[in-house]
């Protein structure tokens, strides 16, 4: 039972005399609204729906009442287009709001800005507690967020190994970045040991000590089934991690703890997956900027070298031009050859590196690994490949693709 208790107010009388001048109706209610609106701060309260009317204006007007009140309430479209369950007369809620007077008719009512149902809210209460609490000890600053790797080689996963989660991060990884190594922690993350299993899976991944980057999260679900990542043990793990992690629980709409005290927030596990495997192709095109910049580099570097032997050959004209002259050359001479000599190592290693990488892709290739006598199977009519023979009926047609063209086939019978 959450019980409110409001500040007291003190409302001292004004002694009318024959001679004072009377207020209007107007002052009055305005010095109410003044009194009541300044004294009490935002609150929650509990009650039950009664009287309740959507207008068609968006606007959301009811009464909340117990077994001995009632006071009148109205949540404005803004607000309650987030809320995500239908408000109806009798449901028992829980509610954030502020005390508001409506002069013209000098009544005070709740301006509802949040509402749950009564079940869900106790959860959500939970979750601004701990939400405040940690961002008074600064679990949420920017400045004490760890920055992503660019390029990771070894990134670790914690989720469970059934989901659909994982199964979308893996896809994302394989297209986008087949050279990285992935390193899964299976967990639970539903249930009342799913958030100790979460925090010895985070310590597990930094006892491994090989990895980049941690994507840590689930799937969508209830406000209950995302719990285990609103929990204080979950999310001082997260924080004392000393390897970035990436949280991404649920759906883009869901926010939880281990969201906003993570390093990077990710709306869903596959974004989660993008945001730490940049393309090959992107990783070619940084590396010819590379050489670009280099290029520049050193043709800049060679121009202000000349202009400033010609400089210097103006300067001492007079002055033995010859000898001053060759110890510039000799000097210049030096510098070329030594920038030209890294110039040339810059172009091995970077040769060296584009044929590494043009390997891997050479061997991804699948027509390399059809030319080497395998065949692949599939069916006529969705196109899908067949990985067992029983996903095919009886004297059921199917198609062979090879190194060098299409075969039909037929399943006209199964060993057993």
């Known amino acids: 039972m959450i019980t409110v208790i409001s500040p007291t107010i003190y409302i001292y009388p004004i002694m009318n005399t024959p001679e004072s ?82 002069e013209p008719r000098g009544q005070y009512q709740i301006l509802v800005k949040k509402m749950e149902p009564a079940g869900i809210g106790t959860l959500y209460l939970a979750f601004e507690a701990l939400k405040k609490e940690l961002s008074i000890e600064g679990l949420f600053d920017l400045d004490k967020k760890q920055k992503l790797p660019t390029y990771p080689r070894n990134i670790g996963i914690i989720t469970s190994k059934t989901g659909a989660a994982v199964q979308d991060i893996f896809q994302v990884l394989h297209r986008r970045a087949p050279h990285v190594n992935i390193i899964l922690r299976s967990t639970q993350v539903q249930g009342d040991k799913a958030a100790n299993d979460i925090v010895e899976a985070i310590n597990d991944m930094v006892s491994y000590n090989k990895l980049d980057v941690i994507i840590i999260g ?13 929990e204080e043990p979950v999310a001082r793990a997260i924080f ?13 709409t869901d926010l939880s703890i281990s969201d906003l005290v993570a390093d990077m927030r990710a709306p869903t596990p596959s974004a989660a997956a993008e945001l730490v495997s940049p393309a090959t192709n992107d990783i070619f095109e940084t590396i010819i900027g590379f050489e670009r910049n280099l290029s520049s580099l050193m043709k800049r570097y060679l121009q202000i070298r000349w202009q400033s032997l010609d400089n210097t050959k103006d300067r001492f004209a007079l002055q033995e031009p010859s000898r001053l002259l060759q110890k510039h050359n000799d000097r210049y001479n030096e510098l070329t050859k030594l920038l030209f000599q890294t110039y040339r190592y810059s172009i091995q290693t970077f040769s060296s590196k584009f044929s590494t990488l043009h390997e891997k892709l050479h061997a991804l290739n699948p027509k390399n690994i059809l030319s080497r006598g395998y065949s692949i199977a599939y069916r006529e009519d969705d196109q899908k490949i067949i990985l067992d023979p029983r996903d095919l009926q009886q004297e059921e047609h199917f198609k062979l693709q090879t190194y060098k063209g299409t075969l039909r086939a037929k399943k006209t019978g199964e060993k057993k």
């Open 240 to 252: 004392s991690c000393p390897i970035p992690i990436i949280s991404a629980v649920g759906h883009e």
């Open 21 to 102: 001048k009377p207020i209007s109706v107007s002052d009055l209610n305005k010095q109410i609204k003044n009194i009541l609106e300044n004294s009490i701060s935002r609150f929650w309260v509990s009650g039950e729906i009664s009287n309740f009317i959507h207008h068609s204006s968006g606007h959301m007007y009811f009464t909340l009442k117990d077994e001995k009140s009632e006071i009148r309430c109205v949540m404005f479209k803004g607000p309650n287009q987030l809320l995500h369950f239908k408000p109806e007369n009798g449901m028992q809620i829980l509610l954030e709001g502020e005390i508001s007077v409506y």
């Open 218 to 230: 689930r799937g969508g679900g209830s406000l209950e089934d995302l719990w285990p990542f609103n």
